[in-house]
C-alpha cells in the first residue's frame, strides 16, 4: 500500500479532476415517495445512479471513487426496509463485480462487516480478491460504515501494535478504511441535506463539500460534471492566503 497522503501534514497536490470523490447517495426514499411507489423503488433505482456514476468516473479519470451505501445509523431503519437493502446489496454484488473486473475496477467494501449475512461476506470478499490487482478506478462502497468507528478501530489497532507509544497522525491515518487512497478532493451529497452523517469525518478535513437538492436516483453523469466544475471553480488554499498561491511558491511542508 502506499504512503498515505495527510492534508495536514503536507500540502496534497491537485488538479483539474478531483481524484478522489466520495459520495454520500441521499434521497431513494423521497424519489419514490414523489412517485407513490414504496421507499424500495427508490433503492433499486439508485442502483443505477451508481452504475451511471461509476461509468462517468472512470471516463472522467477520478482515481478512486467511493460510495456511502448503509451507515451504522441505518440499522435504526424499519427491519423490512434494512432487509431489502440487504438483499439488493447481494443481488448486486452477484451481478455487478463480472462487470467491474471486465472494467479494470478495483471494488471493496469498508465498514463493520461482523453484522452482515455470511453469504454477503463471502462475496464482498471474494469480489475484493477477483479485482484486487485492477488499477483504472478503486470503487469503494461503505457499508455498516461510519466515520467514529473508523477513526475508533484506527487507534484501537495503534494501541494494539505499539503499546505505551502515543498515537501520531501518520499512525492513525495509516490504519484507516481508506488508508490506500488519497483523501477526497471532492464530497458530493444529494438529496439537499447539508450534513456529514458520519461519513469519512477524518478524511474530510480538507475536502470540499458539495450538496446538491438531487435525488440520488436523478443523479447521472450531467450532474457529476456540475459538481466537478463547482470544484474546478474553488481555491484549495490548504491554510495559506490566495497571494501565496498565486504567487506559485514551492509548497512548503506543514508542521
Ligand atoms: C439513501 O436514501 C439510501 C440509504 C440511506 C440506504 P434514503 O433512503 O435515505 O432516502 P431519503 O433520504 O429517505 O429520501
Ligand atoms: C446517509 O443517509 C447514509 C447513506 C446515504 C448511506 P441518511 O439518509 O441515513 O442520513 P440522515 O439520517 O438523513 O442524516
Ligand atoms: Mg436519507
Known sequence: ????????????????????????????????????????????????????????????????????????????????EVNFLMQLFLKALEQEVEKLH???????VIGDLSAFDPVIVEHVRRGEALTAGNTRLTLTVAA???????????????????????????????RLSLADCPEPDLFIRTGGEERVSNFL??????????????????????????AIASYRARERRFGRTSEQLAATLPQPKVG
Not at 471486465?102 to 471493496?108: E, Q
Not at 487507534?155 to 505505551?164: D, I, K
Request: hydrophobic share 40%.
Open 1 to 80: 500500500m502506499g504512503t498515505p497522503t495527510s492534508s495536514t501534514i503536507a500540502i496534497p497536490e491537485t488538479g483539474d479532476v478531483p481524484r478522489h470523490v466520495a459520495i454520500i447517495m441521499d434521497g431513494n426514499g423521497r424519489w419514490a415517495k414523489k412517485r407513490f411507489l414504496p421507499r424500495v423503488a427508490g433503492h433499486r433505482r439508485g442502483v443505477e445512479a451508481v452504475r451511471e456514476v461509476v461509468k462517468a468516473c472512470m471516463e472522467r479519470g477520478v482515481e478512486c471513487l467511493t460510495l456511502f451505501a448503509f451507515s451504522s445509523e441505518n440499522w435504526r431503519r424499519p427491519t423490512e
Open 102 to 108: 471486465a472494467n479494470g475496477i478495483r471494488f471493496r
Open 144 to 174: 455498516n460504515y461510519g466515520g467514529r468507528w473508523d477513526i475508533l478501530q484506527a487507534a484501537n489497532r495503534c494501541l494494539a501494535e505499539r503499546p505505551g507509544e502515543p498515537i501520531t497522525e501518520e499512525l492513525l491515518a495509516a
Open 201 to 226: 469525518l477524518w478524511q474530510l478535513a480538507y475536502t470540499e463539500l458539495y450538496f446538491t437538492p438531487a435525488l440520488w436516483p436523478d443523479f447521472g453523469a450531467a450532474a457529476l460534471d456540475e
